[in-house]
């Protein structure tokens, strides 16, 4: 408001000064006074905002320190969660490495259905049956089997590459049979056969 009655007065005062030269005196005054005011103007409103601020700086200190400490449990919040998914993932990782060990296989049996010899079985299905003595829900499983010359005394190894898996339910107690059909990878010669499992999933 200040400053559009300042703009209409030296719009006026300057009207005057070109009409009537009388006015020129005046003219100047008007300017002279309106440089001073437009000064104390500035000097008034830089002394309100440097208060304005100064007001203001123990609320925004509390809200950065708020801000901050926000951040911070955020990041414990995180930390913690974290902490509780891996120790989730171990914990259920060592159930199932327990498990594991609790599968019991009851019965193997090969069948080589386009040879009339077992010593030739290039393709051959397998059906194992399988055992849940653990305390655990299984939810798949995952066999391995070799072949090994039926001539030599090798026993069965300690570990086997995975090559099936199966998504099951099997309980505490309970039995299943795994049908494994159509393998080629059977061997050309005399053998014997071991098989494994080589893991499980159980129920979270």
């Known amino acids: ?3 559009l009655f300042l703009s209409v007065l030296l719009v006026v005062v300057v ?3 070109v009409q009537f030269p009388a006015f020129r005196a005046m003219l ?4 002279v006074a309106g440089a001073g005011g437009l000064y104390y103007l500035k000097v008034e409103s830089d002394k309100s905002n440097a ?4 007001r203001m700086e123990p609320s925004r200190r509390l809200a950065a320190e708020r801000e901050e400490q926000q951040a911070l449990a955020e990041q414990q919040r995180r930390a913690e969660q974290q902490r509780r998914t891996q120790q989730a993932a171990l914990e259920l990782a060592q159930r199932r490495q327990t498990a594991s060990r609790y599968i019991e296989i009851v019965s193997t049996n090969i069948e080589c259905p386009y040879s009339n ?3 030739r ?3 051959y299905s397998f059906t ?3 055992k849940n003595r653990s305390r655990e829900t299984i939810s798949g499983v995952f066999v391995g089997w070799v072949f090994l010359p039926q001539p030599g005394q090798s026993r069965c190894p300690t570990s086997y590459p995975t090559k099936y898996q199966q998504t099951i339910t099997l309980r505490p107690g309970d039995t299943t049979v795994l049908n494994i059909d159509s393998m080629w990878d059977g061997p050309a010669g005399a053998f014997r056969y071991c098989v494994g499992l080589t893991g499980v ?3 979270p």
Do not use: F, P, R
């Open 1 to 3: 408001m200040v400053w």
């Open 15 to 17: 009207y005057l000064a």
């Open 28 to 31: 100047l005054i008007v300017i």
């Open 51 to 54: 208060e304005y601020e100064k």
């Open 117 to 119: 010899s077992i010593s």
């Open 121 to 123: 079985c290039g393709t």
């Open 128 to 130: 194992v049956g399988l």
């Open 201 to 203: 999933d159980i129920v």
